[in-house]
């Protein structure tokens, strides 16, 4: 058996656990690469410390309040709806409870407790966490072969997906390296 990487994940973010912990759940050998040595950093100060997580309403009203061009998001949601978004946590230890305007928060109020179940997540499907800030590209041709780090370690892998983050709060460790 192959010990090559079949999917590196960019950024130990929202976005970068899950799509790490899928890939590594459908059998991928994934590796999720961050640069903090800690996970969720930005998770961790959302909704004042208390995490919106979703919102429990439809996917037509989900697009309606998007500011611009949200009908991009109609496959996500209907791949991934906030319904699943509840459960998703629900099934990892995160009891959630909705608020006025159909806000989604954890029970606990607490969005540590979410950046740790995402943490749990992804040490559960198997996906290697590695520490170390992505600094280019490897590209060959027409193809992205995997990522140089800071310290110049290559880390080669058949996808990358790049997860950084934008560019808010980057105390946090999202200073735009994605755009980049
Ligand atoms: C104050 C505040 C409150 C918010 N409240 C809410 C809320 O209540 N509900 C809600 O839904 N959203 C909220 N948001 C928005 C939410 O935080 C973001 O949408 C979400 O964090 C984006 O997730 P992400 O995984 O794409 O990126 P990020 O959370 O930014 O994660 C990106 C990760 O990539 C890492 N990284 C960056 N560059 C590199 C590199 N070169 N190499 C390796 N790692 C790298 C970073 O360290 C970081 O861990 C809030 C945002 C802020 C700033």
């Known amino acids: 058996m192959s010990n090559s990487i079949s999917v590196l994940v960019i950024g130990a973010g929202p976005a970068g656990m899950m799509a790490a912990g899928i890939a590594a759940d459908a059998g991928g050998n994934a590796v999720l690469l961050e640069r903090n040595p800690r996970v969720g950093r930005k998770l961790l100060i959302t909704g004042k410390g208390r995490c919106n997580l979703t919102n429990a309403c439809e996917i037509p009203e989900l697009i309606a309040h998007i500011p611009s061009n949200g009908r991009f998001l ?21 009891p959630t409870k909705i608020e006025r305007g159909n806000r989604v928060f954890p029970q606990s109020d607490k969005a540590v407790d979410v950046v740790d179940a995402m943490h749990r997540f992804v040490k ?3 996906c290697k966490l ?12 027409n193809s992205i072969k995997g990522v140089v780090t800071e310290e110049g370690k290559k880390i080669f892998a058949d996808s990358v997906i790049i997860a950084c983050g934008g560019v808010s709060y980057p105390g946090t460790g999202s200073t735009g390296d994605g755009y980049e």
Do not use: M, P, W
């Open 130 to 141: 590695l520490h170390g800030r992505a600094k280019s590209l490897i590209i060959e041709g």
């Open 124 to 126: 559960k499907s198997g």
């Open 74 to 94: 109609y496959s996500a949601f209907h791949r991934f709806s906030s319904q699943d978004t509840i459960c998703f946590f629900e099934e990892h230890g995160v």
